[in-house]
């Protein structure tokens, strides 16, 4: 496959996925197994991309934050969404100090997908009925902030879906706390992919020796193209569906992965090494 065809499908596959919550992590997985993969670079690139799309979809926060921002109720947003940033940049830091590093296996993510599809289910049935505060809390700022160091140790989860869940719990609406989980994330992924583009950029780290940039360039305008137009139809069905279809999605990804795996004998439990013999004691002894 060439490699600008890969470059338009995983820009496809992200820009769907980045902050709908159902894991880009699980489904890049997928796609990688019958496309070229890609360096680190490129897929932190591309995400950039995603997020910084859609942007223009929260014209009226953004009004709010740059020209009523002396309004205490403008203040209360910002430093609510400011502190669930600090909160995953400090704990990510904290991770990254104690040489935390995400695990390779498929198993983890595929149940991380499971489990978040059951709880979305679980959830949405336990609020049948019930509408939702549109209110962000200090409570809700810090349980995001949690949510989206969950996200990141265990891959398959997904941050939107974590913070989502989390935030839902905490009686916020819908809408509300989809733009909530949107906005504290806009931020913190811009940040960590400005992280990794100095270090592969500034020789750190040799994942620029040998990039193309042209393909580079064709996965960046799919994966903001198609993440603009996900995350707008987002916002317009949360207004009245609940995320019971997303829970269905999240167990049927996960079933297919685990599937995969069966096929691929990868479930199979390792043999459990016998234990070393012991030595009969000498009756003379």
């Known amino acids: 496959m060439p490699d600008w065809i890969a470059a338009i499908l995983l820009g496809i596959v992200e820009g769907i996925t980045e902050f709908l ?50 309004e205490p109720a403008t203040r209360d947003y910002l430093a609510k969404l400011i502190a669930a940033f600090v909160i995953t ?18 198993l983890p ?33 810090w349980a995001v902030g949690a949510g989206q160091l969950l996200a990141a ?11 989502i869940l989390l935030t839902l719990l905490l009686g916020l609406s819908r809408p509300a706390a989809t733009e909530f989980s949107f906005l504290v994330g806009i931020p913190t992924m811009l940040a960590a992919s400005a992280l990794k583009i100095f270090e592969a950029l500034g020789g750190v780290d040799d994942g620029a020796t040998g990039e193309d940039w042209g393909v580079l360039l064709i996965g960046c305008v799919a994966s903001a193209i198609v993440s603009f137009v996900a995350v707008r139809w987002l916002l317009r069905y949360v207004q ?46």
Do not use: C, M
């Open 89 to 106: 940049g400090v704990g990510g830091l904290g991770l990254d100090r104690l040489g935390f590093a995400l695990p390779e296996k498929t």
């Open 240 to 285: 009245t569906h609940t995320f019971v279809a997303f829970g269905w999605y999240r167990i049927a990804l996960a079933s297919v992965i685990l599937a995969l795996l069966a096929w691929q004998g990868e479930l199979a439990p390792e043999e459990v090494p016998a234990p070393p013999a012991i030595p009969e004691l000498n009756a003379a002894e």
């Open 153 to 163: 140790v265990f891959p398959g989860a997904s941050r939107s879906g974590t913070t």
């Open 109 to 141: 993510i595929a149940l991380a997908l499971l489990i978040g599809g059951i709880l979305f289910l679980a959830i949405e049935r336990h609020l049948q009925g019930h509408r939702g505060t549109e209110q962000i809390t200090w409570t809700i700022a």
């Open 21 to 70: 919550p159902i894991s880009s992590t699980g489904h890049l997985l997928l796609v990688q197994q019958w496309v070229p993969r890609q360096s680190d670079l490129f897929n932190i690139v591309i995400q950039a991309s995603a997020v910084i799309a859609i942007l223009p979809l929260f014209p009226e926060r953004l009004n709010q934050f740059l020209h009523r921002w002396r």
